[in-house]
Nanobody
């Protein structure tokens, strides 16, 4: 059974850090392009970061560049979030794409991702 399970969300003060993890089962993560997305109420889900399965190309949304870092190993993917800002709160989702088209240096292609976690809430408040 395919599963992606996020963890590590929570409440943090502005300027604080969180590390999100996504544990997967039911498929070989090493063969997939992986990404993180986020969604706030009344807005569409948007791409945050991704790593291409082949050459390791990474993408970061402009709003998180320099603050967030994506990484992966054979069983999990991670999103290190530093210097969190009031505009970062959202439900964060991990996702995987059995495709070479899900991640480029300049964009993340959400439609290519066919495996999704249920999300973890990140809140930023003083």
């Amino acid at each position: 059974q395919v599963q992606l399970v996020e963890s590590g969300g929570g409440l943090v003060q502005p300027g604080g850090s969180l590390r999100l993890s996504c544990a997967v089962s039911g498929f070989e993560l090493a063969y997939y392009t992986v990404g993180w997305f986020r969604q706030v109420p009344v807005k569409a889900r948007g791409g945050v970061s991704c790593i291409h399965r082949g050459d390791g190309t990474t993408y970061y949304a402009t709003s998180v560049k320099g603050r967030f870092t994506i990484s992966r190993d054979n069983a999990k993917m991670y999103l290190q979030m530093n210097n969190l800002k009031p505009e970062d709160p959202a439900v964060y989702y991990c996702a995987a794409a059995d495709s070479g088209y899900g991640c480029y240096s300049h964009r993340i292609t959400q439609v290519e991702y066919d495996k999704w976690g249920k999300g973890t809430q990140v809140s930023v408040s003083s």
